[in-house]
Antibody, heavy 115, light 107 residues
Framework: QVQLVESGGGLVKPGGSLRLSCAAS????????MNWVRQAPGKGLEWISF????????YYADSVKGRFTISRDNAKNSLYLQMDSLRAEDTAVYYC????????WGQGTLVSVSS | EIVMTQSPATLSVSPGERAALSCRAS??????LAWFQQKPGQAPRLLMY???TRATGIPVRFGGSGSGKEFTLTISSLQSEDFAVYYC?????????FGQGTKLEIK
């Protein structure tokens, strides 16, 4: 069955960096577009980034553009999100999700940005 | 950016009754519209995609309709496990955008 498992979250100071990972299994990872979506505590869902199957196309929400970088390693069945210049407002649970329709989600990893 | 607006913010319905949740886009998204259900402490779950296609394993009491700018998620005969927060999301244009959610609560 499809499984997505995020990791790498934690507590980081404002201005710091963190790299999230999403390990995929149960499907041919290289055949699927992938996304990152986040949810601040008590708030709604916010799409933040997309990457195509061949890594040739990426998109970002304005809120993270220039600070976050999405990447993937199809040989390792893994998706990544490099987060730099973190701000308090980046505090959220970060989910990886498959396809444009977001048909499968991981359980999320919590990122807390605080001094 | 396409703004997605959901209404109402909270909907109180009795078990066994029907619920209709609305989602409106600021510009046409065709049929590139998905609905998600989220329960406390859980990841969202895809219910509907392409506006009216049920995702794998979703019960037939869930139905989606609409195209262009106006969409509806209908849940017939509400079960206890259906009380949750529901989000719509468009995937017609970048950035992808979600509605703010409708909380479906027990009346």
């Amino acid at each position: 069955q499809v499984q997505l498992v995020e990791s790498g979250g934690g507590l980081v100071k404002p201005g710091g960096s963190l790299r999230l990972s999403c390990a995929a299994s149960g499907f041919t990872f290289s055949d699927y577009y992938m996304n990152w979506v986040r949810q601040a505590p008590g708030k709604g869902l916010e799409w933040i980034s997309f990457i195509s199957t061949t890594k040739s196309t990426t998109y970002y929400a304005d809120s993270v553009k220039g600070r976050f970088t999405i990447s993937r390693d199809n040989a390792k069945n893994s998706l990544y999100l490099q987060m730099d210049s973190l701000r308090a407002e980046d505090t959220a649970v970060y989910y990886c999700a498959r396809r444009s329709s977001l048909d499968s989600w991981g359980q999320g990893t919590l990122v807390s940005v605080s001094s | 950016e396409i703004v997605m607006t959901q209404s109402p913010a909270t909907l109180s319905v009795s078990p066994g009754e029907r619920a209709a949740l609305s989602c409106r886009a600021s510009q046409s998204v065709g049929s590139d519209l998905a609905w998600f259900q989220q329960k406390p402490g859980q990841a969202p779950r895809l219910l509907m995609y392409d506006a009216s296609t049920r995702a794998t394993g979703i019960p037939v009491r869930f139905g989606g309709s609409g195209s262009g700018k106006e969409f509806t998620l209908t849940i017939s005969s509400l079960q206890s496990e259906d009380f949750a927060v529901y989000y719509c999301q468009q995937y017609n244009d970048w950035p992808r955008t979600f509605g703010q959610g409708t909380k479906l609560e027990i009346k």
